[in-house]
């Protein structure tokens, strides 16, 4: 007998089969999701793991390695196939690896999940290449399936350590700067930053700058000027504001201060950085230098000569010149270094003398030696002055010559007394030969004289007449001489007197009339009205006319016009004699007054006329200068002072 289940009950089991069935089917495919998805995640993981910017190391309990990221890789410059497998130990310091190992023993028994590492020292590491280096880290611990793994993230921080060391380094820089550095804010414009250096100038605390502002330190800087001074650091139009002012301290003292202004944004923060110079000795020097070039200035326009520093060539290239070169060359500083118009060494110093100097200047040069020299310069207007420099080399440490500093001064004037007083002492010479030379020659030439004169009246025949007249011609030729060198020996004291020089141009011309009339010259004479008199000695007056005259009729053998002018100028009275005869060469001017000097043919004049009117108008006071034009004719122009009201006798 069959015992199944009736159809009704096979119907229901069936029904809670497939039900189970399906809710099996359900859980498999929540597994499966599951599966996928931690699959996912762990692929997603992975990827972080390994494109993490930081090392990422997972040990097992034995603290081997079985996760070495990427960036572990660059770090420790270590494969993850060499380290995979091996413990943390590689990448420790060696003295630091018993403790590095207990310190994971122990945070693996605390049961902490995570924990920062180096929170109490600095942890370092071994790279692949020896180098230990500092690390920050972070640990974490998990289980799984009954093991337990634990994840170190590591980070380098050598290049945070550098530039911390490095702005821990500015930063004591600029603490003890001894410029002061002040920080302050954009919108408030208080200080929120002010340097060792600042505080003690100024000699305020950093608590009391923190509620301060520039402008409490710049008591005469107005606030509308500083805010305009720091509008083009806001805009950017400027990215540096340099200005000069003043500092007040606590104490009320200020001080010179150059400012250096300068707008930074850091990390959202707008600051202005101020870098202050303190002014008071630069300010201090630059008036010592001032003073300094004030009386340098003075003392090269006020010096009677010329400073210079030239190059050294043959040109006497100028470098510097001092005001007075205008003086002297009758040239300007700028014309001769600037513009380079006129050249020293071919405009200024005179042809003849370049080669001398030169030679001179070069034997010092070479010796190390200071140099001194004379020589003759054209000036501007044309006028030859002697000049006299003295100057010496300027060396560089290797030896070179690099330039020429010295100074000329004018020597024309002493020149012409030195040439003044060897005339006066060949005259003197000349004056003790001609006293002795009138005594000895004198009286023999008397009794000549008169014997010629006492046999030419008895002579019964013309031609011994006429011989013994050429023997009396002679004799008075040589008597005339003897008068003249006389001139200088004479000892008495010239009778001054009140002189009226028309009358003795009269009395001269009355005396030279027929010589005049014979030799074919004509006189004009011009003589001013109320012609005042001078004062000199009458005859000396005759015998200045007598030679001006007799030279100007020797000029003039084929006749020719003789103009005598007598007018007054100024404090003086001045003679004018002026012929058309043959002239005087331009090199024989200078010599015309020289003793024994003279432009005649042998036997035509003695050279003593001009000498003695010099001499006789230098006793005077007076003056003569001549000029000629060879082919055109000769002018002397005497002067003499005026006559007083007075009249005054001198010696």
Same mark, same amino acid.
């Given at each position: 007998m069959?015992?199944?289940p009736?159809?009704?009950d096979?119907?229901?089991e069936?029904?809670?089969?497939?039900?189970?069935?399906?809710?099996?089917?359900?859980?498999?495919?929540?597994?499966?999701?599951a599966?996928?998805?931690?699959?996912?995640?762990?692929?997603?993981?992975?990827?972080?793991?390994?494109?993490?910017?930081?090392?990422?190391?997972?040990?097992?309990?034995?603290q081997?390695?079985?996760i070495?990221?990427?960036?572990?890789?660059?770090?420790?410059?270590?494969?993850a196939q060499?380290?995979?497998?091996?413990?943390?130990?590689?990448?420790?310091?060696?003295?630091?690896?018993s403790?590095?190992?207990?310190?994971?023993?122990r945070?693996? !028994?605390? %049961?902490?999940?995570?924990?920062?590492?180096g929170?109490?020292?600095?942890?370092s590491?071994?790279?692949?290449?020896?180098?230990?280096f500092p690390l920050?880290?972070s640990?974490?611990?998990? !289980?799984?399936?009954?093991?337990?793994?634990?994840?170190?993230?590591l980070?380098?921080?050598?290049?945070?350590?550098?530039?911390?060391?490095?702005?821990?380094?500015?930063g004591?820089?600029?603490e003890?700067?001894?410029?002061?550095?002040?920080v302050f804010?954009?919108?408030?414009?208080?200080?929120?930053?002010?340097?060792k250096?600042?505080?003690?100038?100024v000699?305020?605390?950093?608590?009391?700058?923190?509620?301060?502002t520039?402008?409490?330190?710049k008591?005469?800087l107005p606030?509308?000027?500083?805010? !305009?001074?720091?509008?083009?650091l806001?805009?950017?139009?400027?990215?540096?504001?340099?200005?000069?002012?003043?500092?007040?301290?606590k104490?009320?003292t200020t001080?010179?201060?150059e400012?250096?202004?300068?707008?930074?944004?850091?990390?959202?923060?707008?600051?202005?950085?101020?870098?202050?110079m303190d002014l008071?000795?630069?300010?201090?020097?630059e008036?010592?230098?001032?003073?300094?070039?004030r009386?340098?200035?003075?003392?090269?326009?006020n010096?009677?000569g010329?400073?210079?520093?030239?190059q050294?060539?043959?040109?006497?290239?100028?470098?510097?010149?001092?005001?007075?070169c205008?003086?002297?060359t009758?040239?300007?500083?700028?014309?001769?270094?600037?513009?380079r118009?006129?050249?020293?060494?071919?405009?200024?110093?005179?042809?003849?003398?370049?080669?001398?100097?030169w030679?001179?200047?070069?034997?010092?040069?070479?010796?190390h030696?200071?140099f001194?020299?004379?020589?003759?310069?054209?000036?501007?207007?044309?006028?030859?002055?002697?000049?006299?420099?003295?100057?010496?080399?300027?060396?560089?440490e290797?030896?070179?010559?690099?330039?020429?500093?010295?100074?000329?001064?004018d020597?024309?004037q002493?020149?012409?007394?030195e040439?003044?007083?060897?005339?006066?002492?060949?005259?003197?010479?000349?004056?003790?030969?001609a006293?002795?030379?009138?005594h000895?020659?004198?009286?023999?030439?008397?009794?000549?004289l008169?014997?010629?004169?006492?046999?030419?009246?008895?002579?019964?025949?013309?031609?011994?007449?006429?011989?013994l007249?050429t023997?009396?011609?002679?004799?008075?030729?040589i008597?005339?001489?003897?008068?003249?060198?006389?001139?200088?020996?004479r000892?008495?004291p010239? !009778?001054?007197?009140?002189?009226?020089?028309?009358?003795?141009?009269?009395?001269?011309?009355?005396?030279?009339?027929?010589?005049?009339?014979?030799?074919?010259?004509?006189?004009?004479?011009t003589?001013a009205?109320?012609?005042?008199?001078?004062?000199?000695d009458?005859?000396?007056?005759?015998q200045?006319?007598?030679n001006?005259?007799?030279?100007?009729?020797?000029?003039?053998?084929n006749g020719?016009?003789?103009?005598?002018?007598?007018?007054?100028?100024?404090?003086?009275?001045?003679l004018?004699?002026q012929?058309t005869?043959s002239?005087?060469?331009?090199e024989?001017?200078?010599?015309?007054f020289?003793p024994?000097?003279?432009?005649?043919?042998?036997?035509e004049g003695?050279?003593? %006329?001009?000498?003695?009117?010099?001499?006789?108008?230098?006793?005077?006071?007076g003056?003569?200068?001549v000029t000629?034009?060879p082919?055109?004719?000769?002018?002397?122009?005497?002067?003499?002072?005026?006559?007083?009201?007075?009249?005054?006798?001198?010696?």
């Amino acid at each position: 007998m069959s015992h199944e289940p009736p159809p009704q009950d096979l119907q229901i089991e069936v029904h809670l089969l497939r039900q189970e069935l399906a809710e099996l089917r359900a859980v498999q495919a929540m597994h499966q999701e599951a599966r996928n998805g931690l699959e996912a995640i762990e692929q997603q993981l992975a990827g972080i793991i390994h494109s993490a910017m930081d090392a990422i190391i997972i040990i097992d309990d034995d603290q081997r390695i079985v996760i070495f990221n990427a960036a572990a890789e660059g770090i420790f410059q270590c494969s993850a196939q060499e380290a995979l497998g091996h413990t943390l130990d590689q990448f420790i310091p060696l003295p630091l690896r018993s403790a590095h190992r207990e310190h994971i023993r122990r945070f693996a !028994e605390t %049961g902490e999940t995570s924990r920062r590492m180096g929170a109490e020292m600095e942890i370092s590491g071994l790279r692949g290449n020896g180098e230990i280096f500092p690390l920050e880290a972070s640990i974490s611990q998990t !289980e799984q399936s009954g093991k337990r793994w634990l994840t170190v993230i590591l980070r380098d921080i050598s290049q945070r350590k550098q530039n911390e060391e490095r702005l821990s380094y500015l930063g004591r820089i600029l603490e003890e700067s001894v410029n002061e550095i002040y920080v302050f804010d954009a919108t408030t414009l208080r200080f929120t930053q002010v340097n060792k250096g600042a505080r003690e100038n100024v000699g305020y605390s950093m608590e009391e700058l923190s509620v301060m502002t520039p402008l409490d330190l710049k008591p005469d800087l107005p606030n509308e000027k500083f805010l !305009e001074l720091l509008t083009p650091l806001r805009t950017g139009q400027r990215e540096q504001v340099n200005f000069r002012t003043s500092h007040q301290r606590k104490d009320r003292t200020t001080y010179p201060v150059e400012v250096h202004l300068q707008y930074l944004q850091e990390e959202g923060r707008r600051l202005f950085l101020a870098i202050i110079m303190d002014l008071t000795e630069r300010v201090a020097t630059e008036h010592e230098l001032q003073e300094a070039q004030r009386t340098l200035s003075t003392l090269l326009t006020n010096l009677p000569g010329m400073v210079y520093r030239c190059q050294n060539d043959r040109d006497w290239t100028m470098e510097f010149l001092s005001p007075s070169c205008l003086n002297l060359t009758g040239y300007s500083p700028t014309q001769i270094i600037e513009t380079r118009q006129v050249s020293y060494g071919q405009h200024v110093m005179l042809q003849e003398d370049r080669e001398r100097v030169w030679q001179h200047v070069q034997e010092a040069l070479n010796d190390h030696k200071p140099f001194q020299s004379s020589y003759r310069i054209r000036t501007m207007e044309g006028t030859v002055k002697w000049v006299w420099e003295q100057g010496c080399g300027i060396f560089s440490e290797t030896g070179e010559i690099v330039g020429i500093e010295g100074y000329v001064v004018d020597i024309t004037q002493q020149r012409a007394l030195e040439e003044q007083l060897r005339k006066t002492e060949r005259l003197a010479e000349l004056g003790t030969l001609a006293s002795g030379m009138a005594h000895e020659i004198g009286t023999p030439m008397n009794v000549i004289l008169g014997r010629a004169e006492l046999l030419m009246r008895k002579a019964p025949d013309e031609p011994t007449r006429r011989g013994l007249e050429t023997i009396v011609n002679q004799v008075e030729r040589i008597t005339k001489i003897m008068n003249q060198l006389l001139s200088f020996a004479r000892k008495r004291p010239a !009778e001054r007197q009140g002189v009226n020089l028309d009358a003795v141009m009269i009395d001269v011309l009355d005396v030279l009339q027929e010589r005049l009339g014979t030799q074919h010259i004509q006189i004009i004479k011009t003589v001013a009205p109320h012609l005042p008199t001078v004062l000199a000695d009458p005859g000396h007056m005759n015998q200045v006319f007598l030679n001006l005259i007799l030279n100007a009729c020797q000029a003039m053998p084929n006749g020719g016009t003789l103009s005598l002018t007598l007018q007054p100028t100024g404090d003086t009275v001045e003679l004018t004699v002026q012929d058309t005869g043959s002239g005087i060469p331009q090199e024989q001017l200078s010599k015309i007054f020289d003793p024994f000097f003279s432009t005649k043919a042998v036997g035509e004049g003695t050279g003593l %006329g001009l000498t003695v009117v010099h001499g006789i108008l230098q006793e005077h006071q007076g003056a003569i200068r001549v000029t000629s034009v060879p082919g055109q004719g000769t002018t002397f122009i005497v002067s003499l002072p005026i006559h007083s009201q007075e009249v005054r006798r001198e010696g």
